[in-house]
């Protein structure tokens, strides 16, 4: 059965509803992984191709790739499994898309933007809720405002999270926050900042938190001063700031593993019934030098659901012919619109 694309990490939990929206929509992945059984498995009840091998052996990594034009990577810590994907793309000349919210991931494939355009190759992170939704917002606010010098996104998720995403901030725990100041991105404490924000339902308190768009957002607006919060309950914002002195011991390997086997121990992620109640909610702001500023609200259905529809129609579009060569956020290569074409996405412009 020939594949229309190779999705690799498809038994992860994001994987699984992403194979399963690709059905849906008519496309054939090739599931790939490192775990045999449980790609055959997978295969067998989706009724698809599947082909095993790990990320360090780049003969079975460039073989499968070359049976596509594009992949779709679905399996976390990007930080650790992002860059062996990235090269063997450019090596075989297949575009490159994947589901991260990671900033460093961000920051390395923006660092690989001329081989990329030397290789004919298109290169999208972050094509799921982190960042296709606060990307766009953040395109559409410097639109409404277009000499504005700061940028603020905040978002509130409803609903729960999956292993990988928890994984992914375990291993994160104790790195600090990040903000961009003049066009670079600069490090500052965990919790660095509060706020209150108005998602549409009252004033809440967001905090800041080293989200991809810290990246992403400079690069889709030009905006040198990007910030970027999120709805935290008050316990874990003293979590946050209690890492400010024990980064150290987060990072450790007991704790690492101790953090580990119970995030193994809880469910693999939301259930449908969570994820058909649930819904993201955005909220973004600019200013200018003149004390002008642009106030937009977004909503969306939950982070996961979201993450399916819009990563395989950013894979449909790149099958279509629509893969400006380079690093690309969602913004840049299908304008600030994007997100106002999927199913349950409400905007507003409040100021």
């Known amino acids: ?12 939990y994001t994987g699984r509803l992403i194979a399963e929206r690709a059905r849906a929509q008519g496309l054939t992945p090739l599931l790939a992984g ?8 997978q295969a067998a009840e989706l ?57 460093g991931v961000f920051e390395m494939v923006a660092a690989l933007d001329g081989k990329a355009r030397a290789a004919g190759v298109m ?32 978002f509130q998720a409803i609903g729960g999270a999956s292993r990988g995403t928890l994984t992914t901030m375990a291993e994160n725990a104790g790195e600090g926050g990040a903000v961009r100041r003049g066009g670079r991105i600069v490090r500052v404490p965990a919790a660095y900042r509060s706020m209150q924000v108005d998602f549409g339902r009252g004033p809440v308190t967001v905090t800041t938190i080293p989200w991809g768009d810290v990246s992403t957002a400079f690069h889709s607006t030009g905006i040198p001063d990007v910030e970027v919060y999120t709805r935290v309950p008050a316990r ?36 449908p019934e969570q994820r058909e109640r649930g819904a993201s909610l955005l909220w973004g702001r600019v200013e200018d030098a003149d004390g002008r500023r642009a106030v937009t609200r977004l909503r969306t259905p939950e982070g996961y659901t ?46």
């Open 1 to 12: 059965m020939a594949a229309d694309f190779l999705l690799y990490g498809s038994y992860g």
């Open 34 to 41: 490192r775990d045999a059984g449980a790609l055959a498995a």
């Open 47 to 103: 009724g698809m191709p599947h082909r095993a091998f790990a990320l360090d052996d780049a003969a079975a990594l460039d073989a499968a790739l070359r049976e596509t034009r594009v992949v779709l990577h679905a399996a976390g810590p990007f930080s650790r499994t992002a860059r062996p994907m990235v090269d063997a793309c450019l090596r075989t000349g297949v575009h490159y898309l994947d589901i991260t919210g990671e900033l």
């Open 123 to 154: 290169m999208m992170p972050g094509a799921g809720f982190d960042v296709v939704p606060s990307d766009c917002l953040a395109a559409h606010l410097k639109r409404r405002l277009p000499s504005a010098t700061s940028l603020t996104l905040a």
């Open 236 to 271: 874990q914002v003293r979590l946050l700031r209690a890492t400010r002195r024990l980064g150290w011991l987060m990072g450790s390997a007991p704790v690492q593993g101790l953090m580990k086997r119970a995030i193994r121990r809880g469910p693999p992620g939301p259930t």
């Open 306 to 351: 979201l993450t399916a529809r819009t990563a395989v129609e950013a894979v449909r579009r790149v099958r279509a012919g629509e893969a400006p060569a380079g690093f690309q956020t969602p913004s840049r290569a299908y304008g600030a619109d994007w997100i106002t074409e999927f199913e349950g996405v409400e905007r507003e412009d409040v100021e």
